[in-house]
């Protein structure tokens, strides 16, 4: 042992000594090391090291920010597993939950989509050879273990369903239904329009904590949430409690874009805020994720008696498990380019001509102003300024509506436009707006705005 110990020391001694000569010999050479203090080149190495930090922060944002946005749920299985029960009412009464189950048909008739992405191949091909039934509760259940409901995470413990929680994907992501209706790759940021909210909502088992918080019975807030119909949901429900317009239709908002909204200072129809409020907002309030949330104008006991009731203007929780994901999350928002429309979706030489409308006599772009198509500044407006009803913009704090960005506007189309899809085509949108603002548009001069709309 110790005469090979002595073999190797004595071998490594030339080694060792030719490398000290080199040292010393580099160490006398004038050349390299005077570059190296040169501080040109010095801070010229700094400026690269950091803009290669810059560069991979920017990268792990959007990265971090894609996974939050598809697959978080913020901790909010507590609620919709845990108070609601939902996920009982998708096993149903024969894999130990209640009621008949929820069918991978019925899921997709409430507008829930499937990200073919997720699917084990096995069970993609079973799906195409129909060997798999879509009519049975138990196929829902194996969608759910792929992970492949956009927007909806089934909690598993030893391979049963115990609970479920929502992700932001749920209302703001679709697919290109490549595969079949409803199922195919994911579309981030496009407003999931056959999205039965308010029924997904409804079939749970028990609805008692809204029926808590807003001081009716469960039959009324089923009733409410039954209300809203595809496409739709009302944000601010559980702040002001005020389910339904002074005309008796349903309070909800159409699901907006999620995309395009760089550049754009404020959020919602309303103007709430920025998006990483509003996110903060939906997460917590919203979702009922577990999380941070302050904004004292909830405290305002006329305008939101729920919410100052039920202290939603300053939410704590702890462990806070959505302030660490808002920077991550507002960034990769703000990366969703706006949808674009198919090239022969529109007629170009009509929208060329709509172009100078909406520039020139049509007085668009003093509000739409491209190519944000919304104020820079504080793009606020009241409801007399539009010709609407108030009803909706005196639900927010600036009691305003905000402009709406119009990039990508077709992937709107279902479910109609303004704030509750009052309008059911863009020919009614420019009608309107000809009525209120006088514009004395031809109806040829309509045409070309619309051709010109569908085009964005
Ligand atoms: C249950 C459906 C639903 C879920 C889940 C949901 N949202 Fe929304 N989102 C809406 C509706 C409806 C509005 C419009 C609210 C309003 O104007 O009052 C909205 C508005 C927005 C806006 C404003 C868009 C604009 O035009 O300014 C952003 C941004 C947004 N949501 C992001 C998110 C994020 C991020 C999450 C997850 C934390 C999320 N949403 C979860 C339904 C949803
Ligand atoms: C005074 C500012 C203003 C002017 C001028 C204006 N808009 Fe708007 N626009 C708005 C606001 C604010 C909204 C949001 C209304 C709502 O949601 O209730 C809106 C919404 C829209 C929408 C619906 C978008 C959606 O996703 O629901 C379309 C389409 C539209 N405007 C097109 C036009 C066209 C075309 C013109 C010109 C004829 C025009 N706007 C002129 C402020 C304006």
Redesign the pocket.
């Known amino acids: 042992m110790r005469s090979t110990l002595e073999k190797v020391l004595r071998r490594s001694y030339p080694i060792a000594l030719v490398l000290l000569l080199l040292v010393v010999l580099w160490a006398c050479l004038p050349g390299p090391k005077t570059v190296k203090t040169n501080p040109a080149v010095k801070a010229e190495q700094e400026r690269v090291a950091y803009d290669m930090r810059v560069e991979s922060h920017a990268r792990e944002l959007f990265e971090q920010g894609r996974e939050v ?1 598809r697959y978080d749920t ?1 901790g909010s299985e507590d609620f919709w597993g845990g108070q609601l029960r939902l996920h009982e009412a998708i096993l149903g009464e024969k894999q130990g939950g209640v009621g008949p189950g929820i069918t991978p048909k019925q899921a997709l008739e409430l507008g829930l989509k499937v990200d073919i992405g997720k699917l084990p191949k096995i069970l993609v091909s079973a799906i195409r050879e129909t060997a798999v039934s879509l009519e049975n509760p138990e196929t829902t259940i194996a969608l759910l273990r792929a992970d492949s409901v956009v ?1 909806v995470k089934g909690i598993f413990k030893d391979d049963k369903l115990v609970s479920i929680g ?3 994907a ?3 992501s679709t697919v290109d239904d490549s595969f079949a209706k409803g199922i195919g790759s994911r579309l981030d940021g496009w407003p999931n329009r056959d ?1 039965n ?1 308010g029924a997904i909502a409804a079939a749970a088992p028990t609805l008692k904590p809204y029926a808590d918080l807003l001081g009716v019975s469960e039959s009324q807030v089923r009733k409410v949430f039954l209300s809203w119909g595809p496409g ?5 429900l559980n702040q002001d409690g005020k389910a339904f317009r002074p005309d008796g239709k349903s309070a ?7 995309f395009g ?1 760089a550049g ?1 200072n ?5 103007g ?1 805020g920025s ?1 990483t409020h ?2 903060a907002y ?2 917590i309030t ?2 009922h ?1 577990k999380g941070t949330f302050f904004d004292p104008r909830l405290n305002d006991r006329s305008q939101f008696p729920v919410a100052a009731k039920a202290g939603y203007g300053n939410i704590r929780n702890n462990p806070d498990r959505v302030t660490p994901k808002l920077a991550a ?1 507002h960034y990769y ?1 703000l990366s969703l380019p706006p949808a674009e429309p198919p090239a022969d979706s529109f007629d170009k030489a009509a929208a060329g001509r709509g172009k100078l409308l909406f520039e020139g006599k049509a007085e668009c772009a003093t509000c739409h102003v491209p190519p944000l198509f919304v104020e820079p500044g504080w793009p606020m407006h009241t409801a007399a300024e539009l010709g609407i009803d108030d009803f ?1 913009a005196s639900r ?1 704090p600036d009691k305003h509506y ?1 402009t ?2 119009l990039r990508g506007l077709f992937v709107r189309a279902k479910g109609g436009f303004y ?1 509750d899809g009052r309008f059911a085509t863009l020919d009614d949108v420019v009608n309107h707006y000809d009525r209120h603002r006088k514009l004395r548009l031809t109806p040829e001069e309509k045409k070309d705005l619309v051709e010109y709309l569908k085009s964005l």
């Open positions: 946005f913020f927007g929502l992700e932001c749920f209302c703001h999205l909210v739709k949901y009302d944000a601010e909800a908002t159409v699901i907006p874009a999620a909204l754009v404020l959020h919602t129809y309303t709430w998006v509003w996110n939906v997460a919203q979702m994720g999350l928002q909706q927010s905000r709406t960005p704030h």
